[in-house]
């Protein structure tokens, strides 16, 4: 499995959750701030996405979450531990936060899921009978948003690493987890800090609107991507900053 992290200070560990059928590339300009160089950055190509192939992993949000405990175990064994979370991959950072107790000192979301709404990439796998289907139409609609935006172009280059079947089965159980606005009311549950980073243009009404009946925890951006961390990283790395401080 390939992870990608850095060697800034080891008590405070920060995991860096991808978003769906995307990598750990994600997270590369991150890398370069100010911020990467005070504490330590990992980020994981999970099993099915990025470089890590997908074995026998059965690519549920639940057996995601035990592969990333395990390898929390692994790799940052005696550190505290935080997590930053984009689109589907804050479902993935808040069920293992809650599994962590006091030892999750955080959970800093981009533009995670919350409603029903949020599930309007991954979601669309409900729709196939076919992974590799779901995978080539879903590359097709990447590849024409790609023609006149590079932020796309990048997500296109991951996505075309990810195995279909992974792929297929991750988006549907993301669908399946998100009736009901389940993902917000799993953030409800948090007893760690929690931070919802997002900008207007790229988030459902549906969950502007929870954010603001449930007093969650926000900080909201103007004219970034659904990827604030590759467009704007030293704005997201301020506020990733002052969040972990």
């Not at 007093?215 to 103007?222: A, P, W």
């Amino acid at each position: 499995m390939l992870i990608r992290s850095n060697s800034a200070d080891k008590d405070l560990a920060i995991w860096c959750l991808p978003g769906f059928a995307d990598s750990g590339a994600a997270f590369t300009e991150l890398h370069s701030t100010e911020f990467a160089n005070s504490i330590q950055i990992i980020t994981p190509d999970l099993p099915g996405f990025g470089s890590s192939p997908i074995n026998n992993h059965t690519c549920t949000i639940k057996s995601y979450v035990t592969t990333l405990l395990k390898l929390i175990d692994e790799v940052t064994p005696n550190a505290k531990i935080g997590f930053i979370g984009h689109s589907v991959g804050s479902i993935i950072a808040v069920e293992a936060a809650l599994k962590l107790g006091d030892r999750c000192k955080g959970v800093f979301s981009i533009e995670g899921n919350l409603t029903e709404e949020d599930a309007y990439f991954s979601g669309q796998a409900v729709n196939f009978d076919e992974s590799q289907e779901f995978k080539n139409l879903f590359s097709d609609k990447i590849w024409t948003k790609g023609e006149e935006n590079e932020i796309f172009r990048k997500y296109f280059s991951g996505l075309k690493q990810t195995d279909a079947m992974a792929m297929w089965l991750f988006g549907k159980d993301v669908k399946n987890y998100s009736d009901e606005n389940f993902p917000g009311k799993k953030v409800i549950e948090l007893a760690c800090p929690f931070l919802y980073f997002w900008c207007p243009d790229n988030t459902p009404i549906s969950s502007q609107k929870f954010l603001q009946s449930n007093n969650i925890n926000n900080t909201e951006i103007s004219e970034t991507s659904h990827w604030p961390m590759i467009d704007a990283p030293e704005l997201t790395a301020k506020y990733l900053s002052k969040f972990f401080k």
